[in-house]
């Protein structure tokens, strides 16, 4: 029994949708209950999600990380994560799950990209710079 308010979950992994320089495979909207867990699981794409209000932990590979209102968390393919949503706060998000169609992208967005698939964790502020105005 998942503790949800609200789930939109919009699915486009098989055919995703193209925009310029990404291609969309998942967006969604997830209004949480309180001690909500979302089951830890590989990503298969880039993923940003966006705290709309409450708090959580987000957990990466086994790290955990505490969110709240108005954070940003950007994860990468290949990454287990989970979710649990706070007990007296649950957590609302809104996710965006992506590629990048590397044709559209410029040699020097290129040169990050290969950067940010080598250099393991160290690179998220490097993902962070294919969208300035979300993280200003």
Excluded: W
């Excluded at 909207?29 to 830890?40: G, I, K, N, Q």
């Excluded at 709240?68 to 799950?97: A, C, Q, T, V, W």
């Excluded at 410029?106 to 962070?128: M, N, V």
């Amino acid at each position: 029994f998942r503790k949800v308010k609200f789930h939109f979950d919009n699915v486009h992994f098989k055919v995703p949708l193209e925009f310029g320089p990404y291609f969309l495979a998942q967006a969604g909207d997830l209004a949480t209950e309180a001690d909500y867990l979302c089951e830890p699981h590989i990503q298969s794409v880039y993923e940003i999600s966006y705290v709309v209000s409450g708090e959580g932990v987000f957990t990466v590979d086994g790290n955990p990380y505490p969110l709240r209102k108005d954070m940003l968390f950007i994860n990468r393919p290949g990454e287990e994560h989970s979710i649990l949503s706070n007990k007296s706060n649950p957590i609302r998000y809104f996710y965006l799950g992506f590629t990048f169609n590397e044709p559209y992208l410029s040699k020097y967005e290129y040169k990050t990209l290969k950067d940010l698939r080598q250099t393991g964790r160290h690179g998220r502020k490097q993902l962070a710079g294919f969208f300035p105005q979300a993280v200003q």
